[in-house]
C-alpha cells in the first residue's frame, strides 16, 4: 500500500528527463526506478513480487489492445515522495510531442555525457525548459569511463546555456582510474562495491576530506589532487541557492554513472529536498494554484491506440488543482461538452486493483474517441479556465497526400483528421483546390504518418511537394484588415483543423516580404488552442 498521504500537494515531484540520444535517459530512467521501487522496469511492467494481481486499468488496457502506455508515465515513490516521471520521445527530431510533455512537469533532470558535453539535442530541450523557466537539475553521466574534465564540463554548462551552475558533489578520478564520489556539501564518500562491477558501493559520513579514512579508498597524491580540485568547486562557481534553483535560474550539477548506479540515489535525493511540488499553471484569466479546490487540468499529449480494430485514445491530463475522483464529470472549456470520466487511468496505482483518486501534479490518462484534443482545459464547475503554453508549432515542412486508391479519399480525410487531433501532424485545407495539405515539425512525423496511415486505416498513400513552403497563423485586431488580406491571397490562405486561418508562403523570402507589407496583419509561428 502506499504510505504517501496522497492528498498532500508538497509530497509530488511531476519531471521528465531531457538529454541528447545515447547520453543515458534511458538507462538512468531504469535506475530511478529500481531505486524507487517501482513495478515498471526497462519498459516492461512486472508485478512486485510473486504478486500478479497488482494490474492496474493502464495494463489492462495495454493487454487487450496492445498498446504502449507504460513508458508515457513512470510513477515511483521513496520516503514518501510520489515522482512522477513523464517520458519524452528518444528520437533526434525535435517534436511537439517533447515540447508539450514539458509543458507538464514542474523540473527537469538534464542527462549530459561526460564525454560528449552538451549535445545538440539536450541544447534544444534545454531553451524549451528556459521558456517556462523550468528548474533543471544537471547529471553528468558515465563518470565510470574516461570523460571530459570535470571543470570543462561543468564550464561549459555555464558558458552555452548562461546558467549558474553549483556542482553538489565531485568524481574521484575518471574510466580506469575512478574512485568514487565525493559529496561537496555533506562530505560523504561513495565508492565502488569492490567487485570487477564497479557499482556503487557504501557510502561513508566522513568529518571532511581530511578524514583519515579516505585514505582507505584514495591514494595519497589522487587525495591531495582531489583536495584542491574540491575547494576550487566550491569556491570557483555559485553557492548552492535552492530558490534560484526553483527559479530556473541555476542548476545544480551532479557527477554520476547511472551504470553503475553512482549518483542516483542522490538525485532522487536532490528531487526530493529541492525540486519543486506542483506550481501553479499559467491560465486564463489567472494562473492556476495547485490549492485551488476545484479539478482543473489540461491535455498535453495524445496517444493513438496502435490496434487498428479500436479507434480509441488515450488523452494524458495534468492535473492542476482539486482532487480527481474516478466517475467525475468535467467540463472541455473548448466545446463547453461535459465527459464523464469513468474509466481513467492511474499511472500511480502500483500495488491498487483501481486507484479512485488523483491530485495535482499527478497525470490521468482519459481513454476517448477523439473527442480530448492536445491543449484541451478540462475543468469541475462553472468557471472557464484555459490553460495556456501548450501550442501549435508552425510547421516545417507542408506535402500533400498522393493516395494510392482513388476511391479511399474518405477514409484519407478521416485518418489525416484523426492524427491532426492527436497532434501528430497538422491539417490545412486550402480555400482553392480540394488537396489537403499536411504539416509536420520534422522528417520523422511524416514517416511516422504514412505507416500508421497503412497499419491503422488500411490507406496506401505517399506524399508529393506542395507549393508552399511555410504557414503562418493570422490575425488582426481589425477584422476588417484581416478579410482584405484573405480576399486578396485566396490562393495562399487555408484552415487549420480549428477553422483558423493560415498564410501558406512559397519560401522565406515571400513569408518575409508579406509580413513586411502587411503591417495590419500579425503572422505567428505558435497557435494555441483557445
Ligand atoms: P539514451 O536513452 O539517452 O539514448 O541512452 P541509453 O540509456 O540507452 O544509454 C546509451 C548507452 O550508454 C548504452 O550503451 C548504455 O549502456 C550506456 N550507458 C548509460 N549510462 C552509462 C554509464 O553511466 N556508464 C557507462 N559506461 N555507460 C553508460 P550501449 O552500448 O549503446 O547499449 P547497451 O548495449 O549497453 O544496452
Not at 524549451?128 to 537539475?137: A, E, G, K, N, T
Not at 479512485?356 to 484534443?373: Q, W
Request: proline share 6%; net charge negative; charged share 25%.
Amino acid at each position: 500500500m502506499s504510505t504517501a498521504n496522497p492528498s498532500s500537494i508538497n509530497q509530488r515531484r511531476t519531471f521528465a528527463i531531457i538529454s541528447h540520444p545515447d547520453a543515458g535517459k534511458t538507462t538512468l530512467t531504469e535506475k530511478l526506478l529500481l531505486f524507487g521501487g517501482a513495478i515498471h522496469l526497462a519498459g516492461e511492467v512486472r508485478a512486485r513480487g510473486q504478486n500478479r494481481r497488482a494490474k492496474s486499468d493502464w495494463m489492462k488496457i495495454e493487454q487487450q489492445r496492445g498498446i504502449s502506455v507504460t513508458s508515457s508515465v513512470m510513477t515511483f515513490e521513496r520516503n514518501g515522495i510520489t515522482f512522477n516521471l513523464l517520458d519524452t520521445p528518444g528520437h533526434e527530431d525535435f517534436s511537439e510531442d517533447t515540447y508539450r510533455t514539458l509543458t507538464a512537469v514542474d523540473s527537469a533532470v538534464m542527462v549530459i555525457d561526460a564525454a560528449k558535453g552538451i549535445e545538440a539535442q539536450t541544447r534544444k530541450l534545454f531553451e524549451v525548459c528556459r521558456l517556462r523557466d523550468v528548474p533543471i537539475i544537471t547529471f553528468i553521466n558515465k563518470v565510470d569511463r574516461e570523460g571530459r574534465d570535470p571543470f570543462a564540463l561543468i564550464d561549459e554548462i555555464a558558458d552555452m546555456l548562461a546558467l549558474d551552475v553549483a556542482p553538489l558533489n565531485w568524481p574521484v578520478g575518471q574510466g580506469g582510474q575512478f574512485r568514487g564520489l565525493w559529496d561537496l556539501r555533506k562530505s560523504r564518500f561513495t565508492a565502488p562495491d569492490g567487485s570487477d562491477s564497479r557499482s556503487a558501493g557504501a557510502t561513508t559520513q566522513m568529518s571532511g576530506l581530511d578524514d583519515p579514512r579516505l585514505a582507505d579508498y584514495v591514494p595519497a597524491d589522487e587525495l591531495a589532487h582531489l583536495q584542491e580540485q574540491a575547494e576550487l568547486a566550491l569556491g570557483g562557481y555559485s553557492e548552492f541557492d535552492p530558490e534560484l534553483y526553483r527559479a530556473g535560474q541555476l542548476t545544480p550539477v551532479l557527477f554520476g554513472s547511472a551504470l553503475k548506479d553512482f549518483g542516483v540515489e542522490a538525485l532522487i535525493d536532490a528531487l526530493a529536498e529541492y525540486a519543486p511540488a506542483p506550481r501553479p499553471q499559467p491560465a486564463l484569466p489567472e494562473a492556476v494554484s495547485p490549492d485551488a479546490p476545484l479539478v482543473s487540468g489540461f491535455i498535453f499529449k495524445v496517444q493513438a491506440n496502435m490496434n487498428p480494430q479500436h479507434r480509441d485514445r488515450i488523452a494524458f491530463m495534468r492535473i492542476a488543482s482539486g482532487k480527481f475522483r474516478r466517475g467525475m464529470k468535467l467540463r472541455q472549456v473548448a466545446t463547453g461538452k461535459v465527459i464523464a470520466i469513468n474509466s481513467p487511468i492511474f499511472f500511480f496505482a502500483q500495488d491498487r486493483e483501481i486507484a479512485d483518486e488523483a491530485f495535482p501534479g499527478d497525470i490521468i490518462g482519459i481513454p476517448n474517441h477523439g473527442v480530448l484534443r492536445v491543449g484541451d482545459s478540462l475543468v469541475e464547475g462553472p468557471n472557464d479556465i484555459t490553460f495556456t503554453g501548450i501550442p501549435n508549432f508552425a510547421p516545417e515542412i507542408l506535402r500533400r497526400v498522393k493516395l494510392g486508391d482513388p476511391t479511399k479519399s474518405k477514409q484519407l480525410r478521416t485518418a489525416l483528421t484523426d492524427m491532426a487531433e492527436e497532434g501528430v501532424t497538422q491539417l490545412f485545407r486550402p480555400m482553392i483546390g480540394s488537396q489537403w495539405i499536411v504539416g509536420v515539425v520534422g522528417q520523422l512525423q511524416l514517416e511516422v504518418l504514412i505507416s500508421r496511415l497503412g497499419a491503422e486505416y488500411n490507406v496506401a498513400a505517399g506524399f508529393e511537394p506542395s507549393p508552399f513552403d511555410t504557414a503562418r497563423w493570422i490575425s488582426a485586431e481589425d477584422p476588417a484588415a484581416l478579410k482584405t488580406f484573405i480576399d486578396t491571397n485566396r490562393g495562399a490562405i487555408a484552415e487549420d483543423r480549428d477553422g483558423a486561418p493560415v498564410f501558406l508562403a512559397r519560401d522565406q523570402w515571400e513569408l518575409n516580404y508579406t509580413e513586411q507589407r502587411e503591417k495590419a496583419v500579425k503572422f505567428t509561428a505558435t497557435r494555441e488552442r483557445a
